[in-house]
């Protein structure tokens, strides 16, 4: 698993990361965990719009989670 310990709203490093929110992105050994200097910024990441792939890897912006 790869970590980044910058948080990408404030794209400020996280002291102390074990202290803080994260996310996981994918999964095994591709996984990301990244850490949050707050909940805030956390929920702020997790409302951002994201591409998808369709099953014939055209994307769109639905964000169907």
Do not use: Q
Request: hydrophobic share 35%; proline share 9%; no cysteine.
């Amino acid at each position: 698993m790869r970590v980044s310990t910058t948080d990408p709203i404030t794209l400020r490093e996280v002291p102390n990361p074990a202290a803080h929110p994260f996310v996981i992105e994918g999964a095994g050994e591709n996984a990301l965990k990244i850490y949050f200097e707050n909940e805030d910024n956390k929920h702020a990441y997790l409302d951002i719009a994201t591409e998808h792939p369709g099953k014939d890897f055209t994307t769109n912006l639905n964000n169907p989670v």
